[in-house]
């Protein structure tokens, strides 16, 4: 029967500590939202429609939508954008219909499932690149065919780290190759006024996603006006899919807009800073983003390593296989500038204490 066969795989989860549940930590401090600059705990209300009604190509498209996406094409000095309901939908929409068939895609080895989702949608051929090694890029790019695209994150968001986009960029350059830039985890975080790391490379796309540092909801692909009209005629997940609400438009406007004059940057940066001088644990990865990672190694392991920092009133969550590789198991801690020092510093006490 389908429910034993189902059962199993659960089961098979559940022996290996590796079985996903829906919890709650609502008492706890966090450690662990995407939420680094707390727009997401600002009180915001809108007047608007709660309801788009339909697709963009229907009765979902607005004035309001084209004005944003005109906004954030500014905001990020590129000709156009289009916005998608999801960071995760904005990659399938992307990757699933511009590489075509003869085409070759090559991808950091660690991007987001969502990347690899939509590769696998669509009808180019990919293979990973060793993570941020530009030499292996290379070596990949020497031998691909077609039309070449690579694919990397600006940060990482299961090791915090960047990548080294300049070097990447100059050998996507040389050989002629368009590299498309996930921006999620570095939107509102890095650049002079937030707007990330990929700024000043030759992009053929970046993605920016809007669930995070911003606040809110959905997100938006930025490239020429050639790629948007491109995306408007043939990436399914937009054309099938009912328009985000005007209210989710307005909260994304309000972000962009908060982000010009936003202390909370400044503070976000003090208190990694912070958290980098006091955590001395061996395994700590090496992150300048706020998100800061500590590999434990087994799935048991690092959930009761989670589990003893959880007692402490500290919302930590384990990132177990198969989310990461067998033994990479890790406590993934997330810093916002809403945390306090005197949090901070008892986090790292607590970590120090039990390694």
Known sequence: MLETKLHKKLSDRRENDALRELKRYDSLIDFSSNDYLGFA???WSSDSNSGSTGSRLLSGN????????????????????ILFNSGYMANLGLLSCVPQKKDTVIYDQLCHASIRDGLTLGTARNYSFKHNDVSDLEQKIKRASGTVYVIVESIYSMDGDAAPLDNISRCCKKHKANLIVDEAHALGVFGSIGDGLAKDQDCFARIYTYGKALGGHGAAV??????????INFSRPLIYTTALPPHSIKRIQWGYESLNNNKERSVLQQRIQLFKEHCKHPSLLNSLSAIQCIVIGGNKETKQFASTLQQ?????RPILHPTVAKGAERIRICLHAFNTEKDILRICELINKNQ
Request: hydrophobic share 40%.
């Open 312 to 316: 402490h009133q500290f919302d930590v």
């Open 222 to 231: 930025v490239g020429s006006k050639v790629l948007i009209d491109f995306l």
């Open 62 to 81: 607005s004035e309001l939508h084209e004005s944003v996406e005109k906004q954030i094409a500014q905001f990020h000095k590129a000709q156009s954008a």
């Open 41 to 43: 705990q600002k009180k």
